[in-house]
């Protein structure tokens, strides 16, 4: 049984919210990494975690970064283009660790500017950052002391780049949280995920081969540890494919965390509670899940740089991903993959300002907003039973308008010209005025029998997304 079987089997994964590759376009699916057990929830009264969850839940928009050694090959190796992710290239093409290795050699992102990253993050709208200081391939993006497969050890750059980014976040006010794949290091003979050097990591019975606690033990524990004591103060830590990751790993990794930094927020994907739900990659659930949870997303089809893959997401598909996942009670984490030089790939970066620039007008309806009163609004699933590529019922999205809340207002953002008079759902609450978020023109309303309908000026303000504004009597919607 391989591992995604055997963790259906355990019933661990839950609807859409599975860690794994879900999501990701069909090409790339046929040769994406197998999907990985998802997520449980520290208990939900704990007030501790309510506590660290409570600026997770007003930024609602971050900045994912994938950068390694990966960004040199950049999808080829040896002339051939190799499919899939760029940063499972030493995967996918079965690359020896000792040849692997050269690569560090030609890792010198000259290029690289701490307070430009930070500044982009800023000019985007995010209000936090995530980077990758471990990826699969163990090379870490800081001085260890405990490995020198490291940036400042094995590279002509040898400067500590986390070192640089956590003082650049600290002077801009910008949470910073480091990625770090606990799990699978294909650079160590104990680390799991590297079976073309080291064999398997299982046998046929399950049975572990390789001596993955001393991994764990001698690399994973002591950098989480030095991320946690050496970096000032770490937003959180987003763990990643918990292969053989038993309660009792997953349990000293927790220890480690909240020892050293009790205020650190623990992603969804260590393989025990963490603070909240991390879904699939890309993967965005049709209904409003329970609780704090978060979505990992690439803006092309990679995480880490490949110059084959320009099919960047636009400004409008970002801006409409943003506004269905926070009008779920999300957040969206969406991803950049700086090229070897350092420099992250300019298309991208156009992109992310421009969602930043709608958001300096409309991110009330965004940074602390809360969900949609209805969700109907978000589609439904297929009547027709049709399955998704990940065997889930198929969910048919609607994408014309998305509601979020702050006490008192309704956000309502349109992405799309309503053709009639707009007919709020059902509500009880009077309505007290409507305005354009924008420029705070008023927009003209009917009383509808129960209903009160819109009729919002066109065309619109902003043919991105328009956001009209509701106020109504009371804090909370009452349907
Ligand atoms: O295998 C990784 C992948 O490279 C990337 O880091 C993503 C980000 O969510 N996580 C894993 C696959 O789910």
Redesign the pocket.
């Known amino acids: 049984m391989n591992s995604t079987v055997r963790s259906l089997h355990r019933g661990v994964i839950v609807g859409a919210l599975v ?3 879900a999501g990701a376009p069909p090409r790339l699916l046929a040769q994406a ?1 197998a ?2 057990p998802t997520p449980t929830l520290a208990p939900t009264d704990d007030p501790a975690r309510a506590q660290r969850l409570a600026w997770f839940k007003q930024a609602k928009y971050g900045m ?1 970064i ?1 950068f390694g050694l990966y960004a040199v090959p950049a999808g080829e190796w040896k002339g051939r283009a190799i499919p899939g ?1 760029g ?2 290239i030493m995967n996918r093409a079965k690359i020896p660790v000792a040849e692997y290795e050269l690569l560090a050699k030609q890792f010198n992102p000259v290029k690289f500017n701490a307070d430009e990253w930070v500044q982009l993050a800023q000019d985007a709208g995010m209000k936090y950052m995530v980077i ?1 200081s471990k ?2 391939d163990g090379f870490a993006l800081f001085d260890s002391k405990v490995s020198t497969w490291d940036i400042v050890d094995a590279t002509p750059f040898k400067r500590d780049l986390l070192k640089e980014l956590a003082a650049a976040c600290q002077r801009k006010g910008m949470p910073l949280g480091f ?1 770090y794949s606990q799990a699978q290091d294909w650079h160590e003979k104990g680390g799991a995920g590297n079976d073309w050097d080291f064999g398997p990591d299982q046998g046929p019975d399950g049975k572990e081969l390789k001596d993955y606690d001393a991994y764990l033990r001698g690399k994973a524990e002591p950098q989480v540890k030095e991320l946690l004591t050496s970096y000032g103060p770490v937003a959180l830590i987003w763990f ?2 918990p292969r053989m990751m038993s309660k009792e790993r997953g349990q000293r990794f927790v220890d480690i965390v909240r020892t050293l930094q009790p205020k650190t927020l623990i992603d969804g994907r260590l393989g025990v509670a963490g603070d909240y739900v991390s879904t ?2 890309n993967v965005i659930p049709g209904t409003a899940p329970a609780d704090a949870w978060e979505v ?1 997303a690439t803006i092309n089809h990679t ?2 740089f490949r110059k084959d893959d320009r099919d960047w997401k636009s400004p409008g598909d970002i801006t409409f991903k943003l506004l269905d996942i926070v009008s779920k009670g999300g957040n969206y984490l969406l991803n950049v993959g700086p090229m070897s030089d350092g420099v992250i790939p300019p298309a991208s970066q156009a992109s992310l300002r421009e969602v930043g620039r709608w958001l300096k007008v409309n991110g009330e309806a965004v940074y602390g907003a809360g969900p949609s009163p209805w969700g109907d609004e978000a589609g439904e699933p297929s009547a027709r039973g049709t399955k998704d590529l990940r065997g889930q019922p198929l969910f048919l999205s609607r994408n014309e308008w998305r509601a979020t809340t702050k006490p008192g207002r309704i956000y309502l953002t349109f992405f799309q010209e309503p053709r009639v008079p707009f007919a709020l759902p059902p509500l009880k609450n009077a309505v007290k005025r409507v305005y354009r978020l924008a420029d705070g023109a008023p927009v003209e309303t009917k009383a509808d029998g129960e209903r009160t309908s819109l009729n919002i000026a066109r065309p619109f303000l902003d043919p991105m997304a328009t956001v009209v504004v509701v106020e109504i009597e009371g804090e909370a919607v009452t349907k």
């Open positions: 860690a794994g590759v990494p999907p990985t994912f994938h992710l940063e499972w990758t990826h699969h990625y990643d494919t699939g990659d990992p995480w880490g």
